[in-house]
T-cell receptor, first 107, second 112 residues
């Protein structure tokens, strides 16, 4: 299984863009990068996913490097409600989720 | 609601009790999953079902017994649990195994 590496925690000021990095250097050619977030003790919420191209939806943007070994999730205008643990996952059907990045949005 | 409904939301049970967790999805998904999340620990995959057949059992103790009667429903039967089994139990579904998940809100289980 491809594994991911994320910083354990990050802070971001409210209203600013939050950029969350993820390394996935062992990703296979057909594996997607998925991002989820988990707000305290709730089920994880799907944010976005991508294979090669950059993706954008109403929640976030996903930037994937050309070699696909890393990606960045961008929350363009972070709000206090974006405070959560953010998980970067490759090969979703896996038991290995990792600890994610705890993102704290500060007023 | 996310489309995946879990009941009950909270459960307190004694070590000698038998209880069941229920998960229901009407998203038309063919794969369903049970995850366990202990306090301050990452999610651990427990079981995977695809088209009502169990395709993965991640070395889960036999005191946890899953059941998938149809593609919309998934149960986790619990008996003679230990206090260390106290955790958030999450159900998820996806169109096929390997696709992105939709998670339920979870059942917070406390074993006393």
């Amino acid at each position: 299984d491809a594994k991911t590496t994320q910083p354990p925690s990050m802070d971001c000021a409210e209203g600013r863009a939050a950029n969350l990095p993820c390394n996935h250097s062992t990703i296979s050619g057909n594996e997607y990068v998925y991002w989820y977030r988990q707000i305290h003790s709730q089920g994880p919420q799907y944010i976005i996913h991508g294979l090669k191209n950059n993706e954008t939806n109403e929640m976030a943007s996903l930037i994937i490097t050309e070699d696909r070994k890393s990606s960045t999730l961008i929350l363009p205008h972070a709000t206090l409600r974006d405070t959560a643990v953010y998980y970067c996952i490759v090969r979703v059907y896996t038991g290995v989720w990792g600890a994610g990045t705890k993102l704290i949005i500060k007023p | 609601e996310t489309g995946v409904t879990q009941t009950p939301r909270h459960l307190v049970m004694g070590m000698t009790n038998k209880k069941s967790l229920k998960c229901e999805q009407h998203l038309g998904h063919n794969a369903m999953y049970w995850y366990k999340q202990s306090a301050k620990k990452p999610l651990e995959l427990m079981f995977v079902y695809s088209l009502e057949e169990r395709v993965e059992n991640n070395s889960v103790p036999s005191r946890f017994s899953p059941e998938c009667p149809n593609s919309s429903h998934l149960f986790l039967h619990l008996h003679t649990l230990q206090p260390e089994d106290s955790a958030l139990y999450l159900c998820a579904s996806s169109p096929q195994t390997g696709d992105g998940y939709t998670f339920g809100s979870g059942t917070r289980l406390t074993v006393v």
